[in-house]
């Protein structure tokens, strides 16, 4: 997928309706919906790496929130790099009660006792009601605001290079001087290397 260039980009898109869009377009394979970005956790001069995605797919948002999907191992990782935190305990909650504010609250608070942080590059998208990879977008914007105002000493973390790509395009917008870190969670990779590759990048970040 080409984030920038050569995919279509909404007009006026916070103007467009999340539901009434999707019931005018019931029988369509795609699906359109905006990021968790409006829900964040707190970014203050405490945190110290922001974990960039591209966008969380139609399948990965039945539980409401960033990398809640059963298939996704972002907190996993996390987890296994702190030993004591409890991202894996309250991702499996929110499984169990998908969407309850409560446990997605608690999930912000463990990011933010963390000193970490979690955003997308896209603010909306139509994407595919199936399939989960990037290409399935086919109508998105970047999100500029969510990445306006951060600490210039907080380090970046792309988890692909669509991510990345995107990034440095809002960050040039944006004139921001943040560092920009790339650890794709690529899914071939086996378990302990891919461990190994989000433990250095959060290392370097100083959490």
Request: with cysteine.
């Amino acid at each position: 997928m080409t984030f920038i260039g050569n995919v279509k980009k909404f007009k006026d898109y916070k103007k467009i309706d999340v539901e009434d869009y999707n019931n005018k377009n019931e029988n369509s394979d795609e699906v359109f919906d905006k990021s968790y970005n409006r829900n964040h956790s707190k970014i203050d001069n405490t945190i110290k790496a922001i974990i960039v995605g591209t966008y969380t797919p139609f399948k990965g948002r039945e539980n409401g929130y960033f990398y809640s999907s059963p298939t996704n191992s972002m907190y996993e990782i996390i987890d296994t790099y702190f030993g004591n935190s409890q991202f894996v305990k309250l991702k499996q909650e929110l499984a169990k009660k998908p969407k309850d504010n409560a446990i997605i609250n608690s999930i912000k608070d463990e990011l933010y006792k963390n000193h970490i942080a979690l955003l997308d590059v896209v603010n909306c998208a139509v994407s595919s009601k199936v399939s989960a990879s990037d290409n399935s977008i086919s109508c998105f914007n970047l999100d500029y605001d969510s990445f306006k105002n951060i600490p210039d000493d907080v380090v970046f973390i792309c988890n692909s290079r669509n991510a990345e790509m995107a990034l440095k395009q809002i960050v040039k917008v944006n004139k921001l001087k943040n560092r920009i870190e790339y650890s794709p969670q690529i899914l071939w990779k086996k378990k302990a290397v891919k461990q190994q590759i989000w433990n250095n990048a959060l290392k370097k970040c100083g959490v």
